[in-house]
């Protein structure tokens, strides 16, 4: 067990770019969650994927935004034609259950800076 | 929609001492979890301990314990015996329990320092 591993940990992109980060769940984990989270917030729920379906996303996800987990395994999030606000890190947890004993694990995240 | 507010940006604490952070939040829901996750330099998000609103005993996890006031929606982490790697940012978090409720909600979080 390796933990939640997110690749790569820093990003820096011109605006108008497309940016595309990694994330590989600890093995097994069904659950895979994307957060995003900007300097002086706490995390932003952005969007869940239970396997390979995605069962939730967030408002602040527009349609620039995309994220995909084929074959339940790992993750990825992609960022079209970035904006200065989509500067932050980004951040996956997995776990492997839900309910009461849901126990998310969360990755050291990607820092995108767009300039 | 369900908020979290944590009202204290910065604490310290001198090591071997006792600090506590507090933490409030609205819902309409009755069936909800809370949770303190702790984030240090290194980024990697850590739960500390959580807390399912329908108990009403207050969740302890060594030296992590919480004071759990429902009817207040109030969620308060006590730390004893604080130790320097205690020293991280620290966050509430909401989750509604029930079908359909996968996201967390964060407050904006406590810069805990440990004093030497």
């Known amino acids: 067990d390796t933990g939640v591993s997110q690749d790569p940990r820093h990003k820096i992109t011109k605006r108008g770019q497309n940016v595309t980060f990694r994330c590989d769940p600890i093995?097994?984990?069904?659950?895979l969650y994307w957060y995003r989270q900007t300097l002086g917030q706490g995390p932003e729920f952005l969007t869940y994927?239970?396997?390979?379906?995605?069962?939730?996303k967030s408002r602040l996800l527009s349609d620039r935004f995309s994220a995909e987990r084929p074959k339940g395994s790992f993750s990825t999030l992609e960022i079209q034609r970035t904006e200065q606000g989509d500067s932050a890190m980004y951040l996956c947890a997995s776990s492997s259950g839900g309910g009461a004993n849901e126990k998310l694990f969360f990755g050291s995240g990607t820092q995108l800076s767009v300039l | 929609a369900q908020t979290v507010t944590q009202s204290q940006p910065e604490m310290s604490v001198q090591e071997a001492e006792t600090v506590t952070l507090s933490c409030t939040y609205d819902t309409s829901e009755s069936d909800y979890y809370l949770f303190w996750y702790k984030q240090p330099p290194s980024r990697q998000m850590i739960l500390v301990i959580r807390?399912?609103?329908?108990?009403?005993q207050n969740a302890t996890e060594n030296r992590f314990s919480v004071n759990f006031q429902k009817a207040a929606k109030s969620f308060s982490l006590k730390i004893s015996d604080s130790q320097l790697g205690d020293a991280a940012m620290y966050f509430c978090?909401?989750?509604?329990?029930?079908?359909?409720?996968?996201?967390?909600?964060f407050g904006k979080g406590t810069k805990l320092s440990v004093i030497p």
């Open positions: 994927f239970q396997n390979e379906a995605q069962l939730e």
């Open positions: 807390q399912e609103a329908y108990k009403q």
């Open positions: 093995s097994e984990h069904n659950r």
């Open positions: 978090a909401y989750r509604r329990n029930g079908a359909g409720s996968y996201q967390l909600t």
